[in-house]
């Protein structure tokens, strides 16, 4: 099939949903597929890629992207188009950010209380906002248009905010590849990477990855840690990810948080830690939740990450209920000083991972295409 991706950026370096899609565009290439890519710009990693490009060059506008998109799509004779996010000329909608309005919903919580109703009113005026909420309606308004939701979190949004009936939404999971990400790689490297971190035998360290720091509540993880160092424990919280206009909190204990700042291979770190913690605060899926459960880490995160629906609470890792909540972080964090329990709790986890293979999520996604490919879908004008 010759298939079109469309996304903002194609760089594996920027977040998630950017990693995704490359390891996407390769499993489809592995099998045979022609891979268009619609973005702004292919940078990095992503640039050693077989597809097609078509950079449109930066564009600021949300609406003057989508519809350049559209102009550059309509020439190429695609048999099916998924897009992530950027447009509304397509087969298949992806949003990596999930619903933005419940992301917006869900970052108010960060917020005071008194000052929430007075954001939640620029929402609803600012041109930035309402320039989405055009883009979302037309994203989401075409009947003929299926909607991959890559958790069940996701899938009540859209029926939620966006009146998405059910029969045209379709529920993926993320997959991983558990053969990069495993204990046997774990093991190797581990070691080195802690020697060079200078972290000492005796340390549990936990693990942050993620670069909006905000909304994927580091803020809760460094208060948490805070906590387990004032009680006499020797632990790390190793912080990786960020971007230059983050804002770090800044821990009482300052010996106890470790910044690395981004990387290219997250994967020394998975090596070089004992378990994961991701307290977001909106998160559609969440890949940090796999990968560390395919290196055998057990992880502590949120009812607000997609990912967490795949895990069992207290068997696998752990799910909270407030992400501001840094006492019930740190109580899970705390158990999580056993280190019998943590092997436990591991082994488990590797398990959950293997069940959940980039190569399972592919096929399925595969499937999804060739239904498309074999009916004549309506385009919107």
Same mark, same amino acid.
């Given at each position: 099939?010759?298939?079109?991706? @469309?996304?903002?950026?194609?760089?594996?370096?920027?977040?998630?949903?950017?990693?995704?899609?490359?390891?996407? =565009?390769?499993?489809?290439?592995?099998? &045979? *597929? @022609?891979?268009?890519? @619609?973005?702004? #710009? $292919?940078?990095? !990693? =992503?640039?050693q890629?077989?597809?097609?490009?078509?950079?449109?060059?930066?564009?600021?506008?949300?609406? &003057?992207?989508?519809?350049?998109?559209?102009?550059?799509?309509?020439?190429?004779?695609?048999?099916? /188009?998924?897009?992530?996010?950027?447009?509304?000329? #397509?087969?298949?909608?992806?949003s990596?950010?999930?619903?933005?309005i419940?992301?917006?919903?869900?970052?108010?919580?960060?917020? !005071?209380?008194?000052?929430?109703?007075?954001?939640?009113?620029?929402?609803?005026?600012?041109?930035?906002? *309402?320039?989405?909420?055009?883009?979302?309606?037309?994203?989401?308004?075409?009947?003929?248009?299926?909607v991959l939701?890559?958790?069940?979190?996701?899938?009540?949004?859209?029926?939620?905010?966006?009146? $998405?009936?059910?029969?045209?939404?379709?529920?993926?999971? *993320?997959?991983?590849? %558990?053969?990069?990400?495993?204990s046997?790689?774990?093991?190797?490297?581990?070691?080195?990477?802690?020697?060079?971190?200078?972290?000492?035998?005796?340390?549990?360290?936990?693990?942050?990855?993620?670069? #909006?720091?905000r909304?994927?509540?580091?803020?809760?993880?460094?208060?948490?840690?805070?906590?387990l160092?004032?009680?006499?424990?020797?632990?790390r919280?190793?912080?990786?990810?960020?971007?230059?206009?983050?804002?770090?909190?800044?821990?009482?204990?300052?010996?106890?948080?470790?910044?690395?700042? !981004? $990387?290219?291979?997250?994967?020394?770190?998975?090596?070089?830690?004992?378990?994961?913690?991701?307290?977001?605060?909106?998160?559609?899926?969440?890949?940090v939740?796999?990968?560390? =459960?395919?290196?055998?880490?057990?992880?502590?995160?949120?009812?607000?990450?997609?990912a967490?629906e795949?895990?069992?609470?207290?068997?696998?890792?752990?799910?909270?209920? #407030? !992400?501001?909540?840094?006492?019930?972080?740190?109580?899970?964090?705390?158990?999580?000083l056993?280190?019998?329990?943590?092997?436990?709790?591991?082994?488990?986890?590797?398990?959950?991972?293997?069940?959940? %293979?980039?190569?399972?999520?592919?096929?399925? /996604?595969?499937?999804i295409?060739?239904?498309?490919?074999?009916r004549?879908?309506?385009?919107?004008?």
């Amino acid at each position: 099939m010759r298939i079109g991706l @469309v996304i903002d950026h194609l760089d594996p370096r920027r977040g998630g949903a950017e990693l995704w899609t490359c390891q996407h =565009a390769e499993q489809l290439l592995a099998r &045979g *597929h @022609v891979v268009h890519v @619609v973005t702004q #710009n $292919v940078s990095g !990693p =992503a640039k050693q890629l077989g597809i097609v490009p078509h950079c449109l060059g930066p564009i600021r506008s949300v609406l &003057g992207r989508a519809a350049a998109a559209e102009q550059k799509l309509r020439t190429l004779g695609l048999d099916v /188009i998924h897009d992530f996010g950027t447009g509304w000329y #397509n087969d298949i909608l992806q949003s990596p950010n999930g619903s933005r309005i419940a992301q917006w919903e869900s970052m108010l919580q960060l917020l !005071p209380a008194w000052v929430r109703p007075w954001k939640r009113a620029m929402i609803g005026v600012l041109p930035r906002y *309402h320039d989405f909420r055009r883009l979302m309606a037309r994203q989401f308004g075409d009947s003929g248009r299926i909607v991959l939701a890559i958790s069940r979190m996701c899938a009540r949004d859209y029926q939620h905010y966006h009146g $998405v009936p059910t029969e045209r939404i379709r529920l993926v999971y *993320h997959g991983v590849d %558990s053969k990069q990400f495993s204990s046997g790689n774990c093991e190797r490297l581990r070691e080195p990477v802690r020697d060079r971190l200078g972290i000492c035998e005796n340390e549990t360290v936990f693990l942050f990855v993620g670069h #909006n720091f905000r909304l994927k509540g580091l803020a809760t993880a460094v208060r948490a840690i805070d906590r387990l160092a004032a009680e006499g424990h020797r632990v790390r919280l190793l912080v990786v990810g960020g971007k230059r206009h983050n804002k770090v909190p800044h821990p009482a204990h300052r010996a106890a948080v470790t910044m690395v700042g !981004p $990387v290219d291979d997250p994967m020394p770190y998975y090596a070089a830690a004992d378990a994961v913690v991701l307290p977001t605060f909106y998160d559609s899926f969440g890949l940090v939740v796999l990968e560390a =459960a395919a290196c055998g880490l057990p992880i502590v995160t949120t009812r607000m990450a997609g990912a967490s629906e795949l895990l069992s609470n207290g068997r696998d890792g752990y799910v909270i209920s #407030n !992400p501001a909540d840094e006492e019930e972080l740190a109580l899970c964090l705390r158990r999580l000083l056993d280190p019998a329990l943590r092997r436990r709790m591991g082994a488990a986890a590797r398990k959950l991972a293997v069940a959940h %293979s980039a190569d399972r999520s592919c096929n399925e /996604i595969i499937s999804i295409y060739q239904q498309i490919a074999g009916r004549e879908l309506r385009r919107a004008a």
